[in-house]
């Protein structure tokens, strides 16, 4: 079996290489990527796994946010070209956790007749902004973010949604957010898995925080084939916050005071998850 993983990244200097580095040591095979316009060393960091043949790096520098199309376009070349059985379908902020095994044994137990699996993520908290001051080295986010929400809801309120993976399929379309796909005209099953997990490390500090919000809601606005609901919350929050100039206080409230944290720690909304942490400590080098 050879499982491939389909990334889309830009600006993620401080997560990219344990992103990549983890889930080449969780079974994955390969990894194409596409960079959008990366200006802050991200580009390096792929290219340096492209020298060691587990990257296939693609540009892609229009601000667009074409998610859908660039996505689909990575999954028919790791089905064409480059022999993929199974196919997952990640951002760079997002862990994919098998809970026994990796995650190709996992998927290899998936029964024939299931062509493709959602897979539930929850987010770990921010840090406080003193935390994360600038001169921090690049990916020490998973030492500064031990707590993982529970259950993780969105801006409106509803769960956060999950993600996809599913078997080679020529001429899938994955939709955009990768929470589903259409075959041949008709959207895929995708039953929800409860063997692998994402691990979703969204805010990272303010900064980061900040230039995906702003970079991310006009790449949006650019592209007219995407609907208004598609990056409902970071159009929202780029609308009331960094235009508002209270983005610093959003940030906050989205850390939680420590007795806040307490509280939630106690009723069991809120878990202390040291699991990437050991692991990406444990295991240092590039793959």
């Not at 600006?11 to 040591?25: A, P, T, V, Y």
């Not at 959207?187 to 230039?211: D, N």
């Not at 609901?229 to 005071?257: F, I, K, P, S």
């Amino acid at each position: 079996m050879r499982l491939i993983l389909t990334l889309l990244c830009r600006n993620e200097i401080d997560i990219i290489e344990s992103m990549i580095r983890f889930h080449l040591g969780h079974g994955v095979d390969c990894i194409v990527a596409t960079d959008n316009g990366s200006s802050d060393g991200t580009r390096d960091c792929l290219q340096h796994y492209v020298k060691s043949g587990k990257l296939v790096l693609i540009d892609q520098p229009e601000s667009t946010h074409d998610q859908a199309v660039w996505v689909s376009a990575m999954a028919q070349i790791a089905t064409k070209q480059l022999g993929a059985d199974w196919l997952i379908h990640s951002d760079a902020d997002e862990f994919w956790w098998p809970l026994d095994g990796d995650l190709k044994t996992t998927l290899q137990a998936v029964p024939p007749g299931v062509l493709a699996l959602t897979v539930g993520r929850t987010n770990f908290l921010p840090p406080p902004q003193d935390s994360c001051q600038e001169g921090s080295q690049p990916g020490c986010f998973h030492q500064r973010q031990l707590l993982r929400e529970r259950r993780t809801l969105n801006s409106l309120g509803q769960p956060l949604p999950g993600k996809i993976c599913h078997r080679a399929l020529p001429g899938i379309s994955i939709s955009d957010g990768n929470h589903g796909a259409v075959l041949a005209g008709q959207a895929l099953m995708a039953p929800k898995t409860t063997a692998i997990e994402i691990l979703h490390f969204p805010v990272r500090s303010l900064a980061q925080f900040g230039a995906k919000i702003s970079h991310g809601a006009q790449a949006l606005a650019n592209n007219p084939r995407l609907h208004p609901l598609v990056g409902a919350t970071w159009r929202q929050v780029y609308r009331e916050h960094v235009l508002g100039g209270t983005l610093g206080a959003y940030y906050d409230n989205l850390c939680l005071t420590p007795l806040e944290r307490q509280r939630r720690l106690r009723e069991g909304s809120l878990l202390h998850d040291s699991r990437l942490h050991h692991w990406l400590a444990g295991n240092s080098q590039s793959l």
